[in-house]
T-cell receptor, first 112, second 115 residues
Framework: GDSVTQMEGPVTLSEEACLTI???????????LFWYVQYPGEGLQLLLK?????DKGSNKGFEATYRKETTSFHLEKGSVQVSDSAVYFC???????????FGKGTRLHILP | DVKVTQSSRYLVKRTGEKVFLECVQD?????MFWYRQDPGLGLRLIYF???????EKGDIPEGYSVSREKKERFSLILESASTNQTSMYLC??????????????FGPGTRLTVL
């Protein structure tokens, strides 16, 4: 079945460092890909999305590109802030499927 | 502002008690979901409802049941709570498939402790 694999955390970085969180997927169809973020004490919220190959999703300085050839959707940010400390989930959803498959999450700590 | 609300942020129950977790959404979404979130395991789908009175088992339905009598409300029921059901429970809602993409909107979660 479909699955999502993302790098294990926690990831600890200093403020203004570059961030990459790796995500790869396995899917039989042509899924949409998502990054969700969960700030402390809150539920998940959508950070960015991409619905077809080579699409780039972006939001709040974060970017991820849908790479069909490598089945990847890595999350990147050029300069992280303390306020980016959260848990990040990579996810996919097949066309016509109401359910979303989530990765296990990567906890990110940003030190001032 | 669109919202998914959950009845409690924190709940402490005793083993064997019947527990109700309530979720309400104000977006007129067809789909509603219950997940549990545990460290190292991520989110696991318990049950899914795609319409009033309609439900589908997720990956870990054992020990749980659900009720959806109204479109905006989806309840998770633990018939006889056990300590291994101590977890964070997240409710979500989304439009039906056929939308351009089916983003799920999440509530803040209920942290349930079963003693």
């Amino acid at each position: 079945g479909d699955s999502v694999t993302q790098m294990e955390g926690p990831v600890t970085l200093s403020e203004e460092a570059c961030l990459t969180i790796n995500c790869t997927y396995t899917a039989t169809g042509y899924p949409s890909l998502f990054w969700y973020v969960q700030y402390p004490g809150e539920g998940l919220q959508l950070l960015l999305k991409a619905t077809k190959a080579d699409d780039k999703g972006s939001n709040k300085g974060f970017e991820a590109t849908y790479r069909k050839e490598t089945t990847s959707f890595h999350l990147e940010k050029g300069s992280v802030q303390v306020s980016d400390s959260a848990v990040y989930f990579c996810a996919l959803s097949d066309l016509g499927d109401d359910k979303i498959i989530f990765g296990k999450g990567t906890r990110l700590h940003i030190l001032p | 502002d669109v919202k998914v609300t959950q009845s409690s942020r924190y709940l402490v129950k005793r083993t064997g008690e019947k527990v109700f977790l309530e979720c309400v959404q104000d977006m007129d979404h067809e789909n509603m979901f219950w997940y549990r979130q545990d460290p190292g395991l991520g989110l696991r789908l318990i049950y899914f409802s795609y319409d009033v009175k309609m439900k589908e088992k997720g990956d870990i339905p054992e020990g749980y049941s659900v009720s959806r009598e109204k479109k905006e409300r989806f309840s998770l029921i633990l018939e006889s709570a056990s300590t291994n059901q101590t977890s964070m429970y997240l409710c979500a809602s989304s439009l039906a498939s056929g939308s351009s993409y089916n983003e799920q909107f999440f509530g803040p979660g209920t942290r349930l402790t079963v003693l």
